[in-house]
């Protein structure tokens, strides 16, 4: 894995969408959000909450005008945990909402 983040301005110009709100332009009813619905995404976010990100042979690197600059790590993990810093299943539960990700880096 590679990742390459420059100090020079980009040349490429955003694109613009353009929106037509003539009258062919398609209207959507608001549906109503069945329970599978709310099922379906209350189990994609879980999954999204807890999703763990491992890779091996990193290399990060920054590219200045005048130099570079590189970081090459062994493997890097990152990792849901809970409140006390270990790792865990987390949900949005309770008041706080707070989501705690770590990461272990091996040289």
């Known amino acids: 894995v590679e990742v390459v983040a420059t100090g020079r301005p980009s040349k490429a110009t955003p694109m613009k969408r353009r929106r037509s709100s003539g009258p062919g332009t398609p209207t959507h009813a608001a549906a109503p959000q069945s329970q599978q619905e709310?099922?379906?995404g209350s189990l994609l976010s879980r999954v999204?909450?807890?999703?763990?990100?491992?890779?091996t042979n990193v290399v990060v690197k920054y590219v200045g005008d005048n130099y570079v600059s590189s970081?090459?790590?062994?493997?890097?993990?990152?990792?849901?945990?809970?409140?006390?810093?270990?790792?865990?299943?987390?949900?949005?539960?309770?008041?706080?909402?707070?989501?705690r990700r770590a990461f272990d880096i091996v040289d």
């Open 38 to 40: 709310s099922w379906i």
């Open 48 to 55: 999204a909450l807890n999703i763990r990100f491992n890779a």
């Open 71 to 99: 970081v090459s790590l062994k493997s890097l993990n990152i990792y849901a945990t809970n409140e006390n810093w270990e790792r865990a299943f987390v949900d949005y539960e309770g008041p706080s909402k707070v989501l």
